[in-house]
T-cell receptor
Framework: DAGVIQSPRHEVTEMGQEVTLRCKPISGHNSLFWYRQTMMRGLELLIY????????DSGMPEDRFSAKMPNASFSTLKIQPSEPRDSAVYFC????????????FGPGTRLLVL | AQSVSQHNHHVILSEAASLELGCNYSYGGTVNLFWYVQYPGQHLQLLLK??????LVKGIKGFEAEFIKSKFSFNLRKPSVQWSDTAEYFC???????????FGQGTELSVKP
């Protein structure tokens, strides 16, 4: 199994630009989670989906952030416009929904907004 | 609201020393408990998990953790650490019927060769 796949692995952009992060969950998993990791705030859950439907987006920082899951094998996290304080590592994770048991993490996207 | 507290922010040990990392959570119901490890520059990997049954669970790389329900604790242990155990360790809790994992703030472990 390829595991959770994220792209790009690294992204450097300028303030004000749109950033799109992509995630492909493990095949057969139908829960998907987006996390953000920073030194100051640690690991934060931004949003999660069950069966492509957003269940809890209370962690999304503000309207500049949006996430979609158009099908069971693909999700995007978009930041528009980006700001320097969005610089972080963004992880995607997936799991089976029943009990929502073990989450498996992708390699992350390291985002730097200048 | 659920929360997870890891007592140690940074632990420094010499090789072969024993390790215990504390984790306490606040939630009154049934929980699933996890320890993840993040090696430098890498993603989170599952070390071990507890859902039910024997409260002493064994994970990969010689790690184990004990769930003590009365203390709301799930401490991670390893009898003899190696330099390769240098990493950040995260405790996480999920309400049994919920979907969200709540992570602790992490404990950075540095093992001196």
């Amino acid at each position: 199994d390829a595991g959770v796949i994220q792209s790009p692995r690294h992204e450097v952009t300028e303030m004000g630009q749109e950033v799109t992060l992509r995630c492909k969950p493990i095949s057969g998993h139908n829960s998907l989670f987006w996390y953000r990791q920073t030194m100051m705030r640690g690991l934060e859950l931004l949003i999660y989906f069950n069966n492509n439907v957003p269940i809890d987006d209370s962690g999304m920082p503000e309207d500049r952030f949006s996430a979609k899951m158009p099908n069971a094998s693909f999700s995007t996290l978009k930041i528009q416009p980006s700001e320097p304080r969005d610089s972080a590592v963004y992880f995607c994770a997936s799991s089976f929904p029943e009990g929502g048991r073990t989450q498996y993490f992708g390699p992350g996207t390291r985002l730097l907004v200048l | 609201a659920q929360s997870v507290s890891q007592h140690n922010h940074h632990v420094i040990l010499s090789e072969a020393a024993s390790l215990e990392l504390g984790c306490n959570y606040s939630y009154g119901g049934t929980v699933n408990l996890f320890w993840y490890v993040q090696y430098p520059g890498q993603h989170l990997q599952l070390l071990l998990k507890y859902f039910s049954g024997d409260p002493l669970v064994k994970g990969i790389k010689g790690f184990e953790a004990e769930f003590i329900k009365s203390k709301f604790s799930f401490n991670l242990r390893k009898p003899s650490v190696q330099w390769s155990d240098t990493a950040e360790y995260f405790c996480a809790v999920k309400a049994n019927q919920g979907g969200k994992l709540i992570f602790g703030q992490g404990t950075e472990l540095s093992v001196k060769p």
